[in-house]
């Protein structure tokens, strides 16, 4: 089997990792005023640091930042894009365990502008990633679909953006901009977060977006659109994958349902290098949407749990794989966890050992399988 150089690698990972207690501890004192923002800072070096060093330790090829910068996966993103306005409204969000209802609350935002790209995002993060990895900096950013999922038409100011065709344009350009830039720094693989195209498998999410005004059956296809435009300049060197999960936090989820609802037209028709899937219990389906997959696109089979400290039986993982391969040849698949361990500051309910026993289970199942991670 070949040997995979550029990625996603045989052996590869979401992104999110389980902050170190010197950054929760600095996070906190930050918040309370006992610290500045450069104090902040310095302590997430030093934690990134150790992060990268576990990374390449159990031997993964591509290597993120932890998002240890980040209270959450995507909005510290996105309220960084010209236009886009936190607010703090009564926004619930119900995700669900083997012991019932968690329910979040977070933070949501309003359009209340045109869009625009004010400065490269987390530009200074990636930099500072690329200086202290020898290996593969990968950068995390949400997906432009996140922008508008949640909150649909009503989060976006009619004055601004009396129809949304302005609107997905003006968004797709932010995103090429900023593809743009991280590429002037470096950035050779970048990873779209994005839960919206998972959860439109789950018919009450179809419903809950017909609600908020969209149209829940084909509001897959407006998002693959967009993504496609904001990949439209994509650097021939720049590997761009999309992760799918369907929630995670404090171990837990919002939807369930297999891709069957998206496949063809997402595999298909959307113009990234590989897809990071969760397939790590029921909730996500079988493997015959992967028929849909064409030549020369790569699957990340996210196999291993990170909502669950029980490791994993190495052979449960390659009798998996096996079963996807009927489906998509074994050349076109890699193995990662799920998903993130970490996608908010929270964390999911495992330990820092056990999220270093998954990650080198996915290290060794993947040199078993394919000879080399």
């Known amino acids: 089997m070949t040997t995979r150089t550029t990625p996603p690698f045989r052996a590869d990972h979401v992104g999110s990792l389980l902050r170190t207690p010197g950054v929760l501890t600095a996070r906190e004192d930050h918040k309370q005023g006992r610290i500045s923002a450069a104090d902040l800072r310095q302590a997430e070096d030093a934690g990134i640091r150790e992060a990268v060093k576990l990374q390449e330790d159990v031997g993964l090829q591509g290597v993120t930042d932890g998002e240890y910068r980040r209270g959450s996966w995507h909005m510290d993103f996105l309220y960084q894009v010209g236009g886009a306005t936190k607010v703090q409204d009564n926004l619930k969000v119900q995700f669900r365990n083997e012991q019932g209802v968690v329910e979040f609350t977070p933070a949501a935002l309003r359009v209340t502008a045109k869009l625009k ?73 970048l990873q779209l977060d994005d839960t919206s195209l998972a959860y439109l498998n789950d018919p009450t999410q179809r419903e809950y977006v017909s609600k908020l005004g969209g149209d829940g059956m084909a509001q897959h296809l407006t998002y693959i659109k967009l993504i496609n435009a904001a990949l439209k300049d994509k650097p021939a060197d720049m590997t761009v994958c999309t992760h799918m999960c369907r929630g995670n936090f404090r ?18 028709e959307l113009k990234v290098d590989g897809f990071f899937l969760e397939y790590d219990d029921a909730r996500s389906g079988g493997f015959e949407p992967l028929r849909f997959v064409p030549k020369g696109k790569l699957v ?57 026993a998954k990650l080198r289970l996915v290290v060794d199942t993947a040199r078993d399988v394919w000879g080399s991670a």
């Open 117 to 189: 790209l004010d400065t490269c995002i987390f530009g200074d993060d990636f930099t500072y990633l690329k200086s202290v990895t020898k290996k593969t900096p990968k950068l995390t950013i949400p997906s432009p679909s996140m922008m508008h999922y949640r909150g649909g038409r009503a989060a976006i100011d009619t004055q601004v953006y009396p129809d949304l065709d302005q609107f997905w344009i003006d968004l797709g350009r932010v995103y090429a901009d900023e593809i743009a830039a991280l590429h002037k720094l470096g950035c050779t693989y």
């Open 300 to 356: 990340v089979l996210g196999l291993v749990t990170t909502k669950k400290a029980a490791l994993e039986g190495k052979d449960a993982l390659k009798r998996r794989i096996d079963e996807a391969a009927k489906y998509v040849p074994l050349e076109q698949i890699c193995l990662s966890p799920q998903c993130g361990f970490s996608s908010t500051v929270d964390g999911n309910a495992v330990t820092i050992d056990e999220q270093i």
């Open 251 to 268: 171990s837990s989820w919002v939807a369930s349902g297999g891709y069957d609802h998206v496949a063809e037209a997402l595999f298909g």
